[in-house]
């Protein structure tokens, strides 16, 4: 994640968007609270840095997943 | 004389294959054990009593001409209901999902192939969202060993009907810990296989890239008879891989030596209750003991796994329940919707960017930790056993999701696979588990190592004690 990119949405924004994209209508409560919780999801992922530019969604995970499969078949 | 409803799965199918006994005493047995726990437990949503004892006739009847299905023929099992099951409604704990299915879930029909009957479906969280047991809808599943407190969730009447031996196994699913979480909190096995080792086809979603099916029993070796008739490539799943499944049973008597066991001193790690910190340090020594070799090893944090894994976990979730949230927000029970609408608002690159971290984050893993040890030894929970009624208070605050999900998390976003076996019991009655995590496919390691400690143990033998009434 480069380090220029904006936090996680705003209570505000959270509740336009609930508004505008789901016809849903959240109270400034409810609203905060979804908020918070983005927030602090933002944080921890922040927290496990940067990731190179050419890496896919999902390929590399399975791969490594496959690639293991003899070593966790095999006993040491 | 042994109570048939006592009898191990193992037992039950090898006595059945014997003629030692027939499956429909069998399936009596574990009906009235049933009868016996449901207003206690409220861990059946539904109880076919009729077609249970119908299904065991026929069984003895092919057992009777020679023509037995399977390794678990005529055993009397109940699941999570989550797996469709043609012409059934499968609630999903829901009042929502309210149709009959028009197919069979993968692991259903594999059981059904290996001969094993259903009597009945299992409680659990309303749309597997949620880890204490509570559902708005059917009534919150209680703990047999005490009736006032929390099972775990999502798989909480896989975890109740096991525990309280109604049944000798049962399939639950995990996303975060549904299986291993009640596992623990009922005291039994619950193995969360690698991602990839089991078909989900038929399986309702709670989130697409963490889910996994897995088995709940009283001992590693049935847990590894039920693996056994579920793993496996699936054409109806591309996720299922085409790999070969081992023999389970064949490698649970494996001895140890060689094997090591990493036991992780980070600060988040350690900061346990008391005395379920005893009991894991007692079930490290059990392990050593079995030739395991322990190595302390610091492991990289876990928090960016937890966080990853929400991320996912809550987009995709919206994803799947988006269209209901907005057209039938009422009929979601308290705090359900809630944790699924958060989903909605995680921007389209925090998801994409949790998957693409996903594989550089097991890299990691794989390097730094399971370079250097074959199974991780780890708590499932860092305290006592909570009571429904301060689960249900405490659910809205972050510090529950924390402390339910921190050490079940981390692992699902891995993709490793996870066993919970139960490590004894607190000063207050209850039972508690440790969690053995290893590489990827390496479910035959997991329970071999928990068949061993069993075997030494003998936890798995105490049962909570039949209700007078």
């Known amino acids: 994640m480069s380090q220029d990119r904006p936090g996680a949405p705003s209570a505000a924004s959270v509740k336009a968007m609930a508004s505008e994209l789901y016809g849903l209508s959240l109270d400034d409560a409810r609203a905060a609270a979804i908020a918070g919780e983005l927030g602090r999801f933002e944080a921890g992922v ?17 791969q490594l997943l496959l690639a293991h499969e003899n070593q966790g078949a095999r006993r040491a | 004389m042994t109570d048939l409803a006592d009898l191990t799965l193992a037992a039950a199918a090898d006595g059945i294959r014997q003629r030692k006994f027939s499956s429909w005493e069998l399936t009596q047995a574990c009906l009235a054990r049933v009868h016996a726990w449901q207003k206690h437990t409220n861990a059946f949503l539904a109880i076919d ?71 009945g479906a299992l409680n659990l969280v309303e749309f597997a969202a949620g880890a204490t047991g509570h559902n708005a809808h059917f ?74 099916v897995g088995p709940m029993a009283r001992t590693a070796e049935d847990a590894a008879l039920l693996l056994q008739a579920i793993a496996g490539a699936d054409p109806l799943d591309s996720t299922a891989e085409n790999l070969p499944v081992p023999d389970y049973r064949a490698a649970l008597q494996q001895p140890l030596a060689g094997i090591r066991i990493g036991v992780p ?29 322990l190595v302390e090893i610091e492991t990289p944090d876990p928090q960016p796994l937890t966080a990853s894994a929400v991320v996912v976990g809550r987009a995709e979730g919206a994803a799947i329940h988006g269209d209901w949230i907005a057209s039938r927000p009422g009929d979601y029970g308290p705090g359900i919707r809630e944790a699924l609408e958060v989903g909605l608002f995680v921007p389209a690159t925090r998801y994409i960017d949790a998957l693409r971290r996903r594989g550089m984050l097991l890299k990691q893993w794989l390097d730094e930790v399971w370079g250097k040890v074959e199974l991780l030894h780890l708590p499932a929970f860092a305290r006592p056993t909570p009571t429904l009624e301060k689960a249900a208070a405490d659910a809205a605050s972050p510090d529950a999701s924390d402390l339910f999900g921190r050490f079940t998390w981390p692992f699902a976003f891995l993709g490793l696979p996870s066993l919970v076996a139960p490590m004894g019991f607190l000063a207050d009655g209850m039972p508690a588990g440790m969690q053995l995590v290893g590489r990827p496919f390496s479910e035959a390691l997991l329970l071999n190592a928990a068949h061993l400690y069993q075997r030494a143990t003998g936890w798995h033998e105490k049962a909570p004690p039949l209700p007078s009434s």
């Open chain 1, 46 to 62: 922040a927290a496990a840095g940067p990731v190179a530019a050419d890496v896919a969604p999902g390929a590399l995970f399975r």
């Open chain 2, 139 to 212: 009534g919150e599943c209680r703990n047999p060993w005490n009736t006032a407190c929390v099972t775990g969730g999502s798989s909480s009447g896989s975890a109740a009907a096991v525990a309280a031996r109604m049944v000798p196994g049962a399939l639950g699913t995990d996303t975060g810990g549904s299986v291993r979480l009640p596992a623990h909190f009922c005291g039994i096995v619950g193995l969360r296989p690698t991602y990839g080792r089991v078909s989900r086809h038929g399986v309702f979603p709670r989130a697409w890239s963490l889910d996994t």
């Open chain 2, 49 to 119: 009593h009729g077609g249970a004892l119908k299904a065991s006739a026929r069984a003895d009847a092919l057992a009777a001409h020679g023509a037995a299905a399977g390794l678990l023929h005529g055993v009397p099992l109940a699941h999570k209901d989550i797996f469709a099951r043609a012409n059934t409604i499968v609630t999903n704990g829901s009042k929502i999902t309210d149709r009959p299915c028009s197919e069979t879930a993968t692991v259903l029909a594999r059981l059904d192939a290996a001969g094993a009957i259903e009597i």
């Open chain 2, 265 to 293: 001193k980070n600060r988040c790690y350690v900061e346990l209750d008391a005395g379920i910190a005893a009991l894991l340090e007692a079930s490290r020594a059990e392990l050593a003991k079995a030739g395991a070799t």
